[in-house]
Nanobody, 123 residues
Protein backbone atom coordinates (compact mmCIF):
# COMPACT_ATOMS: atom_id res chain seq x y z
CA UNK A 1 0.00 0.00 0.00
CA UNK A 2 1.38 3.38 -1.00
CA UNK A 3 1.60 5.76 1.94
CA UNK A 4 2.98 9.25 2.43
CA UNK A 5 3.04 10.65 5.94
CA UNK A 6 3.75 14.35 6.35
CA UNK A 7 4.77 15.71 9.73
CA UNK A 8 6.61 18.58 11.38
CA UNK A 9 4.11 21.38 11.14
CA UNK A 10 3.32 23.71 13.97
CA UNK A 11 3.00 27.28 15.12
CA UNK A 12 5.97 29.55 14.61
CA UNK A 13 6.58 33.27 14.68
CA UNK A 14 7.39 35.22 11.55
CA UNK A 15 11.05 34.75 10.72
CA UNK A 16 11.18 31.35 12.36
CA UNK A 17 11.91 27.93 10.95
CA UNK A 18 10.30 24.54 10.66
CA UNK A 19 11.35 21.28 9.09
CA UNK A 20 8.73 19.11 7.49
CA UNK A 21 9.18 15.42 6.85
CA UNK A 22 7.45 13.14 4.37
CA UNK A 23 7.87 9.46 5.16
CA UNK A 24 7.06 7.18 2.26
CA UNK A 25 6.35 3.49 1.95
CA UNK A 26 4.86 0.98 -0.44
CA UNK A 27 6.58 2.03 -3.65
CA UNK A 28 9.95 2.48 -5.34
CA UNK A 29 11.02 5.56 -3.40
CA UNK A 30 14.45 5.99 -4.98
CA UNK A 31 13.05 6.54 -8.44
CA UNK A 32 10.08 8.62 -7.40
CA UNK A 33 9.67 12.36 -7.77
CA UNK A 34 8.15 13.82 -4.62
CA UNK A 35 6.49 17.20 -4.33
CA UNK A 36 5.47 19.44 -1.49
CA UNK A 37 2.26 21.38 -1.97
CA UNK A 38 0.34 23.69 0.30
CA UNK A 39 -3.17 24.97 0.58
CA UNK A 40 -4.07 28.05 2.56
CA UNK A 41 -7.63 28.70 3.73
CA UNK A 42 -9.74 29.92 0.86
CA UNK A 43 -6.96 29.48 -1.66
CA UNK A 44 -6.09 26.94 -4.29
CA UNK A 45 -3.47 24.31 -3.74
CA UNK A 46 0.00 25.50 -4.70
CA UNK A 47 3.13 23.59 -5.57
CA UNK A 48 5.99 24.58 -3.28
CA UNK A 49 8.97 22.37 -3.97
CA UNK A 50 9.85 19.20 -5.83
CA UNK A 51 12.71 16.76 -5.74
CA UNK A 52 13.23 14.29 -8.53
CA UNK A 53 14.09 10.66 -8.09
CA UNK A 54 17.28 9.72 -9.86
CA UNK A 55 19.57 12.74 -9.66
CA UNK A 56 17.71 14.52 -6.91
CA UNK A 57 17.11 17.69 -8.91
CA UNK A 58 15.25 20.32 -6.93
CA UNK A 59 12.66 22.89 -7.88
CA UNK A 60 11.03 25.73 -5.96
CA UNK A 61 8.18 28.09 -6.52
CA UNK A 62 9.46 31.66 -6.71
CA UNK A 63 7.88 32.71 -3.41
CA UNK A 64 10.02 30.27 -1.39
CA UNK A 65 13.32 30.38 -3.28
CA UNK A 66 16.18 31.15 -0.94
CA UNK A 67 14.10 30.32 2.13
CA UNK A 68 13.07 26.68 1.67
CA UNK A 69 15.31 23.69 1.00
CA UNK A 70 14.19 20.25 -0.07
CA UNK A 71 16.25 17.09 0.13
CA UNK A 72 15.75 13.38 0.42
CA UNK A 73 17.17 10.51 2.41
CA UNK A 74 16.64 7.43 0.29
CA UNK A 75 17.78 5.07 3.05
CA UNK A 76 15.01 6.42 5.27
CA UNK A 77 12.55 6.86 2.38
CA UNK A 78 11.93 10.38 3.59
CA UNK A 79 11.81 13.78 1.94
CA UNK A 80 12.44 16.86 4.03
CA UNK A 81 11.48 20.49 3.57
CA UNK A 82 13.45 22.97 5.64
CA UNK A 83 11.56 26.22 5.86
CA UNK A 84 13.44 29.28 7.06
CA UNK A 85 12.49 32.94 7.32
CA UNK A 86 8.86 31.96 7.48
CA UNK A 87 6.23 34.55 6.69
CA UNK A 88 2.55 34.73 7.62
CA UNK A 89 1.72 34.05 3.97
CA UNK A 90 3.39 30.65 4.31
CA UNK A 91 0.55 29.60 6.61
CA UNK A 92 -1.15 26.57 5.06
CA UNK A 93 -1.64 22.86 5.25
CA UNK A 94 1.40 21.28 3.63
CA UNK A 95 1.09 18.02 1.72
CA UNK A 96 3.60 15.72 0.14
CA UNK A 97 2.77 13.68 -2.88
CA UNK A 98 4.22 11.27 -5.41
CA UNK A 99 4.46 12.39 -9.01
CA UNK A 100 3.03 10.20 -11.74
CA UNK A 101 5.93 11.19 -13.95
CA UNK A 102 8.61 13.84 -13.88
CA UNK A 103 8.77 17.07 -11.92
CA UNK A 104 5.75 19.33 -12.20
CA UNK A 105 3.97 21.88 -10.03
CA UNK A 106 0.64 20.68 -11.41
CA UNK A 107 -1.11 18.80 -8.66
CA UNK A 108 -3.16 16.72 -11.08
CA UNK A 109 0.07 15.01 -12.14
CA UNK A 110 0.46 13.49 -8.68
CA UNK A 111 -1.35 10.43 -7.42
CA UNK A 112 -0.86 9.58 -3.76
CA UNK A 113 -1.09 12.32 -1.15
CA UNK A 114 -0.20 12.42 2.53
CA UNK A 115 -2.68 13.66 5.10
CA UNK A 116 -1.09 17.10 5.42
CA UNK A 117 0.54 18.97 8.25
CA UNK A 118 -0.53 22.44 9.35
CA UNK A 119 1.98 25.27 9.38
CA UNK A 120 0.89 28.47 11.06
CA UNK A 121 3.13 31.53 10.98
CA UNK A 122 2.14 34.33 13.31
CA UNK A 123 3.06 37.93 12.62
Amino acid sequence: EVQLQASGGGLVQSGGSLRLSCAASGFDFVGATIGWFRQAPGKEREGVSIISGIGGNTYYVDSVKGRFTIWRDNARKTVYLQMNSLKPEDTAVYYCSRALGGPSFRGELYDYWGQGTLVTVSS
